[in-house]
């Protein structure tokens, strides 16, 4: 036995060093190496550093004091990023889990046996005094034992435990990107519906002023009427400008609270009053352009795509465990310790005992269950190949379609603001001729609509810059250190 342990030993430490892991290289980004280029696209400003988006935290890039406040909030209340946080909690606990798998479980066992027998039954009642088999009386046994040891504990010969190991690693890792991921889109809804609220007030101030000079026109127009200088037509037109201007009132109205109900709810609380946008858009602070770098690979550092990745990476790892099924596997159980009948003699000198039983499993016939197992960790690990890509493809689309957005904001904006000058100029020249006796009150109203209209429109296309910026900067993978989140990411939790 002392000869046999120490071999046994060290042949199973040099066997639990294989791995059946398969080597995989991450695949090639099926996606362009450039962003797109054509009318749409402004062309990328030449990197001057090495800062790119994804090292621009949100507190620099988002200026405004109100709405960094309101981001402070959302990142301690929001439930949805409480839930990613305890997801990553729970998966390095599972890691944990597994890992102290690759180690036997030593413990320490105490236990008493008593039993009776009777004398008839016993094979020993002739050796006892009064023990004849008429005898009516028992024999009393009992056994005391105290000992450590471990039960099936399994030598890793093949990997299959290190491979699930490996596997719940990398499951943890991809969940705390998935977080990453979850707080980089809280951050960007939080200031989007910030930026709505932002809106929705301005629009509701231009409908108030519209209402007020439109019922200014309507007490003017109904006292022509009433003094028979006006018709019932312009009357009534005039009256049509009012309700269509009140109708649009409730409607910014119920907007403006539905908004802030939607930002209550992604903040985690209601929004204080102090927090809310207290200027227009256009003098809301946002950095004009954003560093996104020359080439699209900065995409392979998003943490979608990350955590796609090391999804892809523990399902790599599992094939590892499926292919160990197919060999031999060992497992041990021993203990030392000792036994008495009597709790006084427990550790008396003789009473030492101990076991030893190695146990092996030869996988000979399973009905092909073992050969299914590995060809289903293979499917699975091509179907996270077709994720991962499928992943860069999506951030490559959403980065081009934010570019596009940007290149033509700025022009479509800047014609409109003209249209809306436009606009202003004629109702003020609609106004004179209608005061001078030109024209009737029809060319002045239809000014009107028209310049509210266009005012409406350009309100949101302010709205939708800005908040195509906020896209850009959070589909550029923006809001994060990466030397900081790299090295947390390398090194496995203890």
Known sequence: MRATLPALTLTAILLSGCSLIPDILRPAAPVPTGWPEGPAYQRP????DATTADNIGWEDFFRDSRLRRTLGLALEGN???RVAALNVA???AQFRVQRGAILPEFGATGSLSATRTPR?????AGLIPGGGVESTGGLNYRLWSAGLGFTSYEIDLFGRVRSLTAQAFQQYL???ETRRSTQLSLVSQVANAWLAVAADQELLDLTRST???QEDAYRLTKAGYDGGNSTALALRQAQTSVETAKANLAQYTRQLAQDRNALDLLVGQPVPVALLPATKLESTLLPPRIPEGLSSELLLRRPDVLAAEHNLLAANANIGAARAAFFPSLSLTASYGSSSSGLNRLFSPGSSAWTFAPAVNIPI????????NLDLSKLQRDSNVAQYEKAIQTAFREVADALAARGTYDEQIAAQTRLVDAYADAYRLALLRFRGGLDTYQAPLDSQRSLFTAQQT???????????????????GGGWSRQTVAAAAMAPPR
């Not at 400003?45 to 001057?48: G, I, N, R």
Request: avoid cysteine; proline fraction near 2%.
């Open 79 to 81: 439930r949805d990023l």
């Open 458 to 476: 350009l309100i949101s296309l302010r709205l939708a810059r800005l908040q195509n910026l906020v896209t850009l900067y959070k589909t550029l």
């Open 90 to 92: 729970q998966a390095e």
């Open 365 to 372: 016939f399973n009905g092909g269950i073992n050969r299914a």
């Open 174 to 176: 991809g969940y705390a």
């Open 211 to 213: 209402l007020a000079n």
């Open 120 to 124: 008839a039954a016993s094979s020993f």
């Open 45 to 48: 400003p030449e990197a001057q």
